[in-house]
């Protein structure tokens, strides 16, 4: 009997803070849907936060409540592989060789690199730069075909493609070249005070952003406050950033499309529409909020998850490894 074929999808998010909403519509939502019909492997990339000083006793925590979150956006463990990244050494080894296949000039046109250490001038390390490399690895090691990450994560995604074609150029077909996969309204969500930015973890203006843990009335306040312009009409065009956001927002939460929610609102305010996709968002988010809780309620049961998660994680991406090593040259 033929088999379909499975896409074998790979994305992870980094446990640096609170997720955005942006995470959870650029991405999460994404990765959920994927899930029902693909080969699906979802981490906690812990390692890569540490390219910014973290607290260990927070970082722990982190970890733990993103594996609880990503849960509770409907990631179910019994279908898609869930583990923490630094549980499989193998990302980091893998990492290592590809390092030696990276050029120094593709990793200093990267966006990001120079967006954080502008952010952290002083403390502008190596692996901050070498970033997108544990990247490419995540992805390689597990022979990932489809990508589903936000507009900012493209260029990584790109470098990703370049240093395995160089490879492949070189050993043979190692690895499988990865596309990106984004979703329609959710892939760049701004950030709500200058929406000509992206929503962001780190953002230092508290009403920016939108986090997933917010309360209620939190969320309700800050979209109030959310920048949009002077002519009070709802209507998705480039140059009304923050009403295109809020749209992009109540679509992506809603399914409503972004004309019917134009026609809608045709001849109301700002004030009306920025209370319903308050409203929105609040109804979006509190079933997740409440699995969140319950699951952090039961840490034996997380750990049991990645744990069982690490090591079927293991078992593909060591397979990648030895292939690598082999053709490498190291004796295996
Ligand atoms: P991170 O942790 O910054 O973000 C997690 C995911 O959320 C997306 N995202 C957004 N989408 C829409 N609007 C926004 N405002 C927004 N902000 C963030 C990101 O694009 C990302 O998909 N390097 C990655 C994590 C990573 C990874 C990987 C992803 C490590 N290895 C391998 C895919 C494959 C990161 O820092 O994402």
Redesign the pocket.
Known sequence: MEEKKRNII?????P?SE??L??Y????KNWVALQEENDCIF?V?DM?ALTVRQDPKKLRERIIELLALYMACGIDPNKSVLFVQSHVSAHAELAWILNCFTYMGELSRMTQFKDKSQKHADNINAGLFT?PV??AA??LLYQANL???????MQ?IEITRDIAQRFNAIYGDVFTIPEGYLSKT?????SLAEPTK????SDDNANATIFLTDEPDAIVRKLKRAVTDSEALVAYREDKPGVMNLINILSAVTGEGVESIEARFAGRGYGDFKAEVAQAVVEFLRPMQEKRKALLQDRAYLEQIYREGAEKARARADRTLRKVYKKVGFVL
């Open positions: 790979f994305s992870g998010a980094q640096t997720l955005t942006g995470n519509l650029g991405a999460i981490s990339v890569h970033y544990l990247m995540d992805i990508i589903p990450v936000g507009v900012d994560q990584h959710g892939a760049k969500i701004m992206k929503m962001s973890k």
